[in-house]
């Protein structure tokens, strides 16, 4: 089944650019689907409807939104789709605090600067089969001095929200105590098989060709995991696996 793609921008020259990025960036069969505005954008997810988005038999799976859009802003959106099971990446031409941090705050997975050059583009979307966060280099590098420059000196940033996490939290695994335990009866036998993979530090893509699915699939089956086990990362994932010697 083809991988359903939604690019959210007003611009027919960048919404171009876009496509192509996207195109070159995944193997998978794509289907893209253009929406110039915030009300298109709500109808082709069914966020106008009365039935839940995240209910669709075949939603989307990735999202790239521009913030500043002729009905609104793309934050509105990103508000909207807090619990919509896609990828949300915003892509823009503002690299400032004031729209960054307020951006990865409403559910932002990633965040491009969309006066990158193709190349770099192509490779940072890249980075969501490796479960990276996909942020264009100037926006890493204001990421990283905001933390070092927080309380202490320290911060750190969680996995993106491909894995189910809305924030950049810290990626460390939390303590756990003496009676914290895995239960595998929730956890279905794909999950598990999943775990097992992302514990032994193999990447998305890596995890889709060993079990023969498609990668969204499997990112489909982290969040899910990070769900039932109450974590945020694939390091507190795997403090949790290696106690029940999955690892």
Same mark, same amino acid.
């Given at each position: 089944?083809?991988?359903?793609?939604?690019?959210?921008?007003?611009?027919?020259?960048?919404?171009?650019?876009?496509?192509?990025?996207? *195109?070159?960036?995944?193997?998978?069969?794509?289907?893209?689907?253009?929406?110039?505005?915030?009300?298109?954008?709500?109808? *082709?997810?069914?966020?106008?409807?009365?039935?839940? %988005?995240?209910?669709?038999?075949?939603?989307?799976?990735?999202?790239?939104?521009?913030?500043?859009?002729?009905?609104?802003?793309?934050?509105?959106?990103?508000?909207?789709?807090?619990?919509?099971?896609?990828?949300?990446?915003?892509?823009?031409?503002?690299?400032?605090?004031?729209?960054?941090?307020?951006?990865?705050?409403?559910?932002?997975?990633?965040?491009?600067?969309?006066?990158?050059?193709?190349?770099?583009?192509?490779?940072?979307?890249?980075?969501?089969?490796?479960?990276?966060?996909?942020?264009? %280099?100037?926006?890493?590098?204001?990421?990283?001095?905001?933390?070092?420059?927080?309380?202490?000196?320290?911060?750190?940033?969680?996995? %993106?929200?491909?894995?189910?996490?809305?924030?950049?939290?810290?990626?460390?695994?939390?303590?756990?105590?003496?009676?914290?335990?895995?239960?595998?009866?929730?956890?279905? %036998?794909?999950?598990?098989?999943?775990?097992?993979?992302?514990?032994?530090?193999?990447?998305?893509?890596?995890?889709?060709?060993?079990?023969?699915?498609?990668?969204?699939?499997?990112?489909?089956?982290?969040?899910?995991?990070?769900?039932?086990?109450?974590?945020?990362?694939?390091?507190?994932?795997?403090?949790?696996?290696?106690?029940?010697?999955?690892?």
């Amino acid at each position: 089944m083809a991988i359903k793609v939604l690019i959210v921008e007003d611009n027919p020259v960048a919404r171009s650019f876009l496509c192509r990025v996207v *195109q070159e960036s995944f193997s998978d069969e794509i289907v893209i689907t253009e929406a110039g505005d915030l009300e298109t954008a709500r109808r *082709q997810m069914g966020l106008l409807a009365p039935t839940a %988005p995240e209910t669709a038999t075949h939603p989307f799976k990735l999202i790239l939104v521009d913030l500043e859009l002729p009905d609104g802003n793309g934050m509105e959106l990103l508000s909207q789709l807090a619990q919509y099971p896609a990828t949300k990446i915003v892509t823009t031409l503002y690299s400032d605090d004031d729209h960054l941090f307020p951006a990865l705050q409403c559910g932002a997975d990633g965040y491009l600067l969309k006066e990158d050059r193709f190349e770099v583009l192509v490779e940072e979307l890249q980075k969501i089969v490796r479960g990276q966060p996909p942020l264009s %280099p100037a926006i890493a590098r204001r990421l990283l001095n905001h933390f070092r420059q927080g309380p202490g000196g320290t911060a750190g940033l969680s996995e %993106p929200g491909l894995a189910g996490s809305s924030g950049f939290q810290s990626s460390r695994p939390m303590p756990m105590g003496p009676g914290a335990t895995l239960d595998h009866k929730h956890l279905t %036998p794909r999950e598990s098989e999943v775990l097992t993979y992302l514990s032994k530090g193999f990447t998305i893509k890596e995890i889709a060709n060993l079990m023969g699915i498609k990668w969204f699939t499997v990112n489909d089956h982290i969040k899910s995991i990070y769900k039932k086990l109450d974590v945020s990362s694939r390091a507190e994932a795997a403090v949790m696996a290696s106690k029940q010697g999955l690892v």
